[in-house]
């Protein structure tokens, strides 16, 4: 017959065999404060990095069970290595963005608990009256840095600059109005025809007191990233210029108005 052991004697072989793992059983603070370092990259959707070249973009990271802001500052530095973002294939778990000069933003956030988080993007910085806006939650854990790639948030959009008319906005009646305009992706990175990043449809429209008066086609002029047209004679007044970049495969579209006087 087994003899029958008691819980004490198991407790007694359990505390002395050799097979079963260490545990710590030190006390932990719930409130111990452990610095947590975090990595955020802003990309433009199938492009580049956003950063200093269009002014950098915002990063601010909130608790969001209190609205308190964690942490904030600029997302800023170079667009990253063309080859190896479009054109290099890529598997799973490579390391994208983490290069040298690559625009980044980097904090460390004092942690004591799991926190779940908000990472919002605002920018580009240098195109106040265009600028594109998305935010990722998650959940950050005291002492489980997340470098690397870190978090990555993307954007939408296209970037104009209105060449042509000038800065006076002010023309002619009369005149046939002569439009020029520069069309980048939110990276800075240039388009056109034969580039790595295209516009399918680029248009200029003047609007009066609500009501589209003329929308004419903008084709490439011949120089990166710039379209123009020449739009109908227009008596005096004052109207709209609106500029607009579409290319809906890529879900990626952006618009500039400015306010035009012809006498």
């Given at each position: 017959m087994r003899p029958i052991l008691t819980f004490a004697a198991l407790a007694l072989l359990?505390?002395?065999?050799?097979?079963?793992?260490?545990?710590?059983s030190a006390p932990v603070s719930a409130s111990t404060v452990v610095p947590t370092r975090l990595v955020v990259h802003v990309v433009t959707h199938d492009a580049k990095l956003i950063g200093s070249a269009v002014g950098g973009v915002q990063i601010t990271v909130r608790e969001v069970s209190t609205d308190r802001i964690l942490a904030t500052g600029l997302h800023e530095g170079a667009t990253g290595d063309t080859k190896r973002l479009m054109e290099t294939p890529r598997a799973r778990g490579d390391r994208l963005f983490t290069t040298s000069d690559g625009a980044r933003f980097a904090t460390t956030i004092p942690l004591s608990s799991a926190t779940l988080v908000e990472v919002t993007?605002?920018?580009?910085?240098?195109?106040?009256?265009?600028?594109?806006?998305?935010?990722?939650?998650?959940?950050?854990?005291?002492?489980?840095?997340?470098?690397?790639?870190?978090?990555?948030?993307?954007?939408?959009?296209?970037?104009?600059?209105?060449?042509?008319?000038?800065?006076?906005?002010?023309v002619s009646a009369g005149e046939r109005l002569t439009v020029r305009a520069r069309v980048r992706m939110l990276c800075s990175c240039p388009t056109g025809p034969d580039a790595l990043w295209k516009v399918n449809d680029v248009r200029a429209r003047l609007i009066r007191d609500g009501v589209v008066l003329h929308d004419v086609v903008m084709p490439y002029a011949g120089t990166t990233s710039e379209y123009g047209?020449?739009?109908?004679?227009?008596?005096?007044?004052?109207?709209?210029?609106?500029?607009?970049?579409?290319?809906?495969?890529?879900a990626t579209f952006g618009a500039l108005r400015r306010t035009l006087t012809v006498r």
């Open positions: 359990v505390g002395c065999g050799g097979s079963r793992p260490a545990v710590n993007a605002e920018g580009p910085l240098g195109y106040p009256d265009q600028m594109a806006r998305t935010s990722k939650r998650l959940m950050l854990v005291p002492g489980r840095d997340l470098t690397g790639d870190g978090l990555v948030l993307e954007m939408h959009g296209f970037i104009i600059d209105l060449l042509t008319p000038d800065s006076s906005l002010t047209a020449v739009l109908p004679e227009v008596s005096a007044g004052q109207y709209t210029l609106e500029i607009v970049g579409a290319s809906p495969d890529i």
